[in-house]
């Protein structure tokens, strides 16, 4: 099935088409107004230098207006083999494109809204037809069969005419039109970038970059440039205050080599001010009970820093290198992996 894009916005126009697969462009004069658009031709031009295949407007309210729009169009130096002249459904409509298909051009007669005018249009050799799906809906009629009887009209008689879905609203119209098989179908930008959304796939593709990164990601490119230690020297207050700074639940205690002698936590910071007040918080460091801290080096992988915070139950690890503090991995900071 064809893949058209139904659009004036030229911004949207380029950056659908570095997609790189889709058939071509569907626009129209209510488009171009809608955008604010005065210069028809100017816009056309620019326009067939970057789709592939460009569907645009011939008007005209006899077949002799018609043929001469198009041709004139024609002149603008439009390729035949890749402009496709779109015509309302009418019996001048018919008679138009009849001549401009004798004369090597393309032709979409749409506004279709019968299997009957579906018909005319087939037995004048249009490219395409053209039913509106969506404005049908709006007005309480069945577009689904509309469709369905066009494409068993092509099928059974064996027209060479492409049946083309349009007036698209909803991703529900794309499963329509591959249900019934038309040969092709224009949509709006909004439409066509939530055709690969579904929710269970996010799900899925999250797990395998988060999968992915507890094997390849090292911890030493996870850690924050910010590396919360202090000094036994020092009083919790001085803990306090650099486990905030830095953002984290945790400071490391180290030597005067910088080497990790205990861990201090935000926990640890409420059970002392539940048992000993504000006194608590005057102690100095090493007056405490600190924890060994449970430490990584820089180089393992995310993987096993996972299965350190899963064995030990704690929620920060601290890194090590060379024996040496650099900083530490917050058990969150796992979930930040996937998007490295």
């Known amino acids: 099935m064809e893949l058209y894009l139904d659009s004036a916005d030229i911004n949207e126009i380029k950056e659908a088409f570095q997609l790189g697969f889709l058939t071509g462009l569907t626009t129209t004069p209510t488009f171009m107004h809608r955008h604010g658009i005065t210069d028809i031709d100017g816009t056309i031009i620019e326009l067939s230098k970057i789709v592939p295949i460009l569907q645009i407007e011939a008007l005209g309210k006899t077949a002799e207006e018609i043929v001469s729009e198009a041709k004139r169009q024609d002149a603008l130096g439009l390729d035949r083999e890749k402009t496709v002249y779109k015509i309302p459904v009418s019996l001048e409509g018919a008679k138009a494109c009849k001549q401009l298909v004798d004369e090597g051009f393309k032709v979409n007669i749409h506004l279709v809204y019968t299997i009957q005018q579906a018909y005319m249009a087939m037995a004048a050799c249009a ?28 099928n059974y008689y064996g027209y060479n005419t492409k049946i083309m879905f349009s007036s698209v609203r909803n991703v529900e119209h794309i499963k329509n039109a591959l249900n019934i098989g038309v040969h092709t179908i224009t949509v709006p930008y909004g439409i066509m970038k939530k055709l690969t959304e579904n929710h269970f796939t996010k799900i899925g593709t999250d797990q395998f970059f988060e999968h992915t990164a507890m094997m390849t990601v090292h911890v030493k490119d996870l850690i924050q440039d910010k590396n919360p230690t202090i000094t036994k020297d020092k009083k919790v207050t001085d803990c306090l205050v650099t486990m905030t700074a830095g953002g984290f ?28 007040g504000e006194a608590g918080i005057n102690k100095n460091i090493s007056e405490l009970n600190l924890k060994v801290p449970v430490s990584i080096q820089a180089h393992e ?16 690890l601290v890194v090590t290198e ?19």
Not at 141 to 147: Q, T
């Open 127 to 154: 490219t395409y037809v053209c039913p509106l799906v969506g404005r049908l809906q709006d007005q309480g009629h069945d577009a689904l069969r509309l469709v369905a009887e066009c494409v068993e009209a092509v």
């Open 249 to 276: 639940g945790a400071v490391t205690i180290v030597d005067e080599n910088h080497s990790p002698v205990g861990i201090f936590t935000d926990g640890d910071l409420r059970r002392l001010i539940e048992s000993e």
């Open 322 to 340: 060379n024996g040496k503090v650099i900083g530490m991995l917050d058990v969150q900071d796992l979930m930040k992996a996937s998007n490295l």
């Open 301 to 316: 992988l995310l993987y096993t820093a996972q299965a350190a915070f899963k064995d030990k139950g704690v929620d920060s």
